[in-house]
């Protein structure tokens, strides 16, 4: 990627409202005329990459308003091409596939043929409880729909589109070129009908002639039990409208779980820890733990040691693939030393050390975090079980 931080905007020789065509039709113009296997220029590469960093930005709706509201920092940590070659797949590369070749992939990919709507995405933020017990949200999202008056044709109802002259309804130019490795064709979008191959004559009130309006609408998702942060849901059919008839594009919704107060979570499993006091280790002790259907008895067997765990199978949190399939919840004792202690018990304790074996070498006692923090104990101790 390029390291200049010249405006995009004045890159593609375009005002900031410009439209999404008119960002495509700038594009393909600057690209064809500067690649490097047509232009002579001495600095043609770096012109050429530069209109790609441009077009990459400004093409895509979520990149193009962190740009319009940040500048250059808007993109700070983001490679505007996604982490792919700028030259490659159908935007970029494939637009200037077309304008030096054309044929049936020109005419296939204009824009007056039928074009899928764009995907759209959104990032929801989940308590811990929804996510492992599942839920429904409504989500407000922002898409282009088809206008209610044309239905997308984009003229005022009653009215047609009229076959452009120009390129007699293929939205393309071609002319033949001699080079110094013969003759090729050379075809551009119509420069009359910006490649539709048709005009309106009578542009839609409501629209515009757009064909679509943008409008904020309520769409609601199904949360399965047991998702993460990181998982996506996909909506299809609930992004863009197409353009056209083309089909809409799809919805996809980026998981984001808070943290529990309760558990810790590893995968499918989770993980409780109990403090117990020196009385209840060596005696044992009934006590409540909380579970995901709620509090329920647990016997602390006596002579428990600090890390000790109970497992509690089928307990933990579902497969959001196979709801029938669950992790395990771990109880993991932790024994309390007090810190302060009354004369009695001091008294207490003392004459209960004179009857008691010496302590175990470090270690020996089960408490096997050996100083790490809870989760790296986790990790550390039931990863190599399977984990989630």
């Known amino acids: 990627m390029t390291t200049n931080k010249k405006d995009y905007y004045d890159i593609l020789g375009l005002p900031r409202e410009a439209s999404p065509e008119d960002v495509k039709r700038a594009f393909r113009r600057l690209a064809f ?11 043609a590469e770096r012109r050429f990459k530069e209109i790609n960093e441009a077009y990459e930005v400004l093409r895509d709706e979520r990149k193009r308003a962190a740009y319009d509201r940040f500048g250059h920092a808007g993109l700070a940590g983001s490679d505007p091409f996604g982490g792919a070659d700028p030259f490659s797949g159908f935007s970029g590369f494939g637009d ?14 204009r824009r007056g043929g039928p074009q899928r709507g764009d995907d759209l995405a959104l990032r929801m933020r989940l308590p811990f409880e929804d996510a492992v017990r599942g839920t429904e949200k409504d989500v407000r999202i922002g898409r282009n729909e088809l206008c209610d008056t044309c239905r997308g044709a984009g003229s005022e109802p009653g009215t047609a589109a009229e076959t452009c002259p120009l390129c007699k309804g293929s939205g393309e130019i071609r002319r033949s070129q001699q080079s110094l490795f013969g003759q090729y064709v050379n075809v551009s979008p119509c420069s009359r009908c910006h490649g539709e191959g048709r005009i309106i004559t009578r542009p839609c009130a409501e629209c515009g002639g757009a064909g679509r309006i943008k409008r904020q609408i309520s769409v609601r998702v199904t949360v399965p039990a047991g998702v993460d942060s990181g998982n996506r849901i996909r909506l299809g059919g609930e992004g863009e409208a197409g353009m056209h008839g083309g089909a809409p594009g799809d919805l996809y ?3 984001d779980v808070a943290p529990s107060s309760v558990f810790e979570r590893e995968g499918r499993n989770l993980f ?5 006091n020196i ?13 995901l259907e709620g509090d329920e008895p647990f016997t602390v067997p006596s002579g428990v040691q600090s890390g000790q765990s109970f497992r509690l199978k089928g307990r933990g949190v ?23 202690l009354t004369d009695e018990q001091r008294t207490l304790l003392e004459e209960l050390a004179t009857t008691l074996p010496a302590a175990p070498e470090h270690g020996a006692d089960g408490d096997n975090r050996d100083g790490k923090g809870f989760m790296d104990w986790i990790k550390d101790t039931f990863s190599p079980r399977g984990g989630a």
């Open 96 to 109: 200037i596939f077309d304008a030096f070749f054309g044929g049936a992939r020109g005419r296939q990919s």
């Open 318 to 340: 579902a497969d959001p693939k196979d709801q029938r399939s669950r992790g395990d919840l771990f109880i993991v004792a932790s024994i309390h030393v007090p810190d302060r």
């Open 279 to 291: 009385a209840q280790a060596a005696l044992g002790a009934d006590i409540l733990i909380p579970t």
């Open 253 to 255: 919704i980026e998981l």
């Open 272 to 276: 409780h820890r109990v403090s117990v």
């Open 33 to 43: 005329e500067h690649h490097p296997d047509r232009s002579r220029s001495s600095d």
